[in-house]
């Protein structure tokens, strides 16, 4: 309420000051027509200026600043995929039925461009990311996570992330099943029920995951091309995968 008042205040005062210079024009020139036709000039021009600045000039301002965002997000999420995320990929697809197809669609190369990522993420969705947590050991996931669960409550808590709701799911999936594994004690001994609930836990990351994975290495692949190199030699569904060259 004080905020409102002191737009309210603010708006008396300059209406008033207005008034006051139109008055002080009169008073010394006695020329209202002068007066009224610079008047209707500049509210005629309003309208106009209203489109240019708020409209056009605000939407120029607001993209550069959202663009700015979106780099600095992705650094964020570059050192989410360093610390946690392509570890955390290659530990998960040990558990994907499909796991081969996916190595022959996710076979990512210099030649790739924007259209090759968005067809590859239409097939995936036609694959699907079924997860049988029994094929593994779930224990290297949970020391995964349960390790890196200090690094990744410091990015949660980065004000950027509001930018990025689908960054902010996955991390919160990945939270998820990290509590889901630590509150088991001893993970290669569970319930059939236990299995199929982790599985589902399991398959909401490694969805979330691999799609985010695939756009990060589009915004490498366009800005940071030496990232995307090393991006490429590391993929975390070539069980082959090595930063050196052959």
Not at 83 to 110: A, P
Not at 152 to 166: A, D, G, Q, T
């Amino acid at each position: 309420m004080p905020r409102k008042w002191w737009y309210i205040w603010i708006a008396v005062a300059l209406t008033t000051c207005s008034a006051g210079l139109y008055l002080l024009h009169f008073e010394i020139f006695r020329d209202a027509n002068h007066i009224f036709i610079y008047m209707l000039g500049d509210l005629a021009f309003l309208p106009l200026e209203v489109l240019l600045v708020t409209v056009i000039v605000d939407r120029l301002l607001s993209r550069r600043d959202r663009r700015i965002a979106m780099n600095k997000l992705n650094m964020v999420i570059g050192a989410f995929f360093s610390q946690v995320g392509t570890e955390l990929l290659r530990e998960l697809s040990c558990f994907d039925e499909n796991c081969m197809k996916k190595q022959e669609i996710l076979d990512i190369d210099g030649e790739w461009t924007e259209r090759d990522f968005i067809k590859v993420k239409s097939r995936l969705s036609s694959h699907g990311f079924d997860i049988e947590s029994t094929n593994d050991s779930l224990d290297k996931i949970k020391l995964l996570l349960v390790g890196n669960r200090d690094f990744m409550v410091r990015l949660i808590e980065n004000p950027l992330l509001l930018e990025h709701e689908s960054f902010t799911d996955l991390l919160w999936a990945v939270f998820h099943l990290t509590e889901e594994l630590e509150n088991r004690m001893e993970c290669c001994r569970l319930s059939d029920a236990d299995y199929v609930h982790i599985s589902g836990d399991m398959k909401r990351v490694y969805s979330a995951l691999t799609l985010q994975w695939l756009s990060y290495m589009d915004h490498l692949r366009i800005n940071y091309p030496y990232l995307f190199s090393l991006a490429m030699r590391m993929n975390p569904f070539n069980p082959e995968a090595c930063a050196e060259f052959a």
